[in-house]
């Protein structure tokens, strides 16, 4: 049976005061498009499945560095849909940023949508590097409901490492399955919602954005702030924001999505391929 296979690569450097790509390539399935923005704007780049979703045995691998002082926001062409797998096979998405001194990163995809029975392993891996600023949002819905689609079993894996100078910084796994709709009911894990979403800041910044970052997200979840200085007052603050979000569907959920973004993501706003 033929398998989607693809991966992707992409590097931006500071050049002239403005983010420009340094390296770009693209093989089997993967392809990165770089629409235009505002001058002194970050370098938006949007990635594309062009097999239209993903199925047990399906491959998919993303590579991002944002270099020396550079500024980057990536996102997708529209939702990732992962289809009913065939037998045990699971359908396996890595991805790796770095991101190098002073610089910024934001990943924003669209929601990955998971249909009955898909199965879905997924790996993120962060280096970051002094002075750098992190925006990770990763949405996931379990069936349309607009489609009456129910999930009612299958797999998924979520697996998270983001370090800084090689010092872990933040770390989860998170495992549902094979009885998914028995599991979403639970308190601990959705309440009944049908559609969650991590948000992840790790930025000097972060602690000053906690109070509304909690005012937008009101009773949809819960957000939290750490410190994460590592050495005496000589070491510039920094800190991680996290937050938890449940809703309905996806409707529901970018209504609270979207606002938060533009909150926590100053400098690039909304990515174009978003819309509510």
Not at 174 to 187: E, S, V, W
């Amino acid at each position: 049976m033929q398998r989607t296979r693809g991966g992707g690569r992409l590097s931006v450097k500071q050049s002239a005061g403005e983010s420009r790509i340094d390296r770009l390539y693209q093989d089997g399935s993967a392809r990165i498009r770089i629409p235009r923005v505002p001058r002194g704007s970050p370098l938006e780049a949007v990635l594309i499945n062009t097999a239209g979703g993903l199925t047990g045995g399906d491959r998919m691998d993303w590579s991002f560095e944002a270099g020396e002082a550079a500024s980057m926001t990536l996102a997708t062409q529209a939702c990732e849909k992962t289809y009913k797998a065939q037998g045990t096979s699971e359908a396996r998405v890595s991805v790796q940023l770095k991101l190098d001194a002073d610089s910024s990163l934001a990943w924003l995809p669209q929601e990955t949508i998971l249909f009955d029975r898909a199965r879905l392993a997924r790996s993120i891996e962060v280096d970051m590097a002094a002075g750098s600023r992190l925006l990770m949002v990763e949405p996931v819905v379990f069936g349309r409901l607009a489609m009456k689609e129910a999930v009612v079993e299958g797999s998924f894996h979520d697996r998270w490492r983001i370090r800084r100078d090689g010092h872990l910084l933040h770390a989860e796994n998170m495992r549902l399955g094979p009885h998914i709709a028995d599991a979403l009911t639970r308190t601990a894990v959705a309440g009944g919602g049908l559609a969650v979403a991590t948000v992840l800041m790790i930025a000097p910044e972060a602690e000053a954005r906690l109070h509304a970052a909690r005012q937008l997200i009101g009773k949809s979840g819960g957000a939290s702030y750490l410190s994460m200085r590592r050495s005496g007052p000589e070491t510039p603050e920094t800190g991680k924001l996290l937050a938890r979000i449940v809703a309905a569907d996806s409707y529901e959920l970018r209504k609270v999505l979207v606002p938060l973004i533009r909150l926590l993501n100053p400098l690039g706003g909304m990515p174009k391929v978003w819309s509510i």
